[in-house]
């Protein structure tokens, strides 16, 4: 029987009709049956990521040296947690509502201020890179309370995010009167703070559940947001590089590692993740999972964002005789970096080690080895890319006989 002629499907298509037309809806619990994919919200509100993640490739770009590698990665974890917290909330109370459109608005507006400013943050520009970042705790607060008000039985759940998102906030806001050094140590302290949330929430018997199927996909696009850098590098290296054969070589050679990097995750080690989130990760005694599944993504969105800044260098130098020190630590930490964190999460997550020391474990070692070698860029992104190709034609065999076990991100 259809649907027209069913009299319950019929007054459940017309209650969801009613409620799509009413401009304000309470938040609601997610549900974990339903099909839940990102949003055409969610992917406008990554592209002022996309912008964020290119202004720190541009700090870092002009200062390889391991301070400027400190502060790169430290400015890019913050702007991985504004976007995971964001995400977090979504996944379990996104009613694509008035309120919540607007919200999610003027979070971006804060990303947007943060991207302007990320490449100069221990500067006068520091300021507004502050702010930024206050306006998005703000908006998590709100959309928390609105939680809080609307749905009682959650409260326990969501009192860590709540706590978590106004405390660091408060850090973040109190920061702007204090000078540098001390401004970073209290930057620092809200993130700490604000990063327990999922932590402490999990550990509550009535937490609200995550949505298993939406959190890897959102975190996949998040990753497919960091690769895209890469193909940019490619662009922008072939364009300063003045497309000489050294600069054209390395440029095809780049690409052949962003495209083995992204197989190596969506089809391998994020594909084994995904598995065991939609296998365990809502029941009870595995809370721990997604929590995992969560913060190792950090060291990927770093490591991704440093393979970029590493690449366009090799590229643009592809005619000289050799890499800069600076530029070649970049690309070897941000691959080895990658491959390290890719395995982590393939080994503890699928749980067959032996198939993960092989692949990517070995992938870490080749790769360092390589950069040690101090070839002329052609001869060094060649090689990665090969190793990284024969790690994906070896992931797909063990996939094929069953040494991993992987889902579709």
Known sequence: MSAEQNPEDRARLEREDREERELVRPPDDVNQESNRSATRLELFF???????????????????????????????????????????????????????????????????????????????????FALGY??????????????????????????????????????????????????????????????????????KPDAPPLHMEHLPERFGLFVILLLGESVAATVHGLHDGKWTAGATTTAGAAFLVAAALWWSYFDLSGGAAKRRLVQEGGKRTHQGVHDFYVYAHLPVAVSLAAVAVGLEGAIEHGSDEHLSAGTRGVLGLGLTGYLLSAA???????????????????????????????????????????????GVATGIRQHRHGEIKVAKV
């Open 46 to 128: 990554d592209l002022a990521f996309v912008l964020f993640v290119a202004g720190c490739a541009d700090m870092l770009a002009k200062h390889e040296t391991v301070s400027g590698g400190l502060r790169f990665a430290a400015v890019v974890a913050v702007g991985w947690w504004a976007w995971a917290s964001t995400t977090l909330y979504a996944n379990r109370f996104d009613t694509d509502d008035a309120i919540f459109r607007l919200l999610t608005l003027t979070g971006m507006a804060g990303v947007i201020v943060m991207a302007s400013t990320s490449g100069e943050v221990t500067g006068p520009a520091g300021t507004w």
């Open 134 to 203: 206050v306006v998005l705790r703000i908006v998590l607060t709100v959309g928390y309370l609105r939680v809080w008000r609307t749905l009682p039985d959650t409260r326990a759940g969501i009192r860590p995010y709540l706590i978590g998102h106004a405390v660091g906030g408060a850090f973040w806001l109190v920061s702007l009167a204090v000078p540098a050094p001390g401004r970073y140590v209290l930057w620092a302290a809200g993130v700490l703070v604000d990063l327990l949330g999922p932590t402490l929430s999990a550990r």
């Open 344 to 390: 982590v999460i393939q080994g503890v997550l699928s749980r067959r080690y032996r198939a993960t020391l092989i692949w990517p474990g070995l992938g870490t070692p080749a790769v360092a080895l390589i950069m040690v070698l101090d070839l002329a860029p052609p001869m060094l992104v060649g090689l990665c890319a090969a190793v990284l190709i024969a």
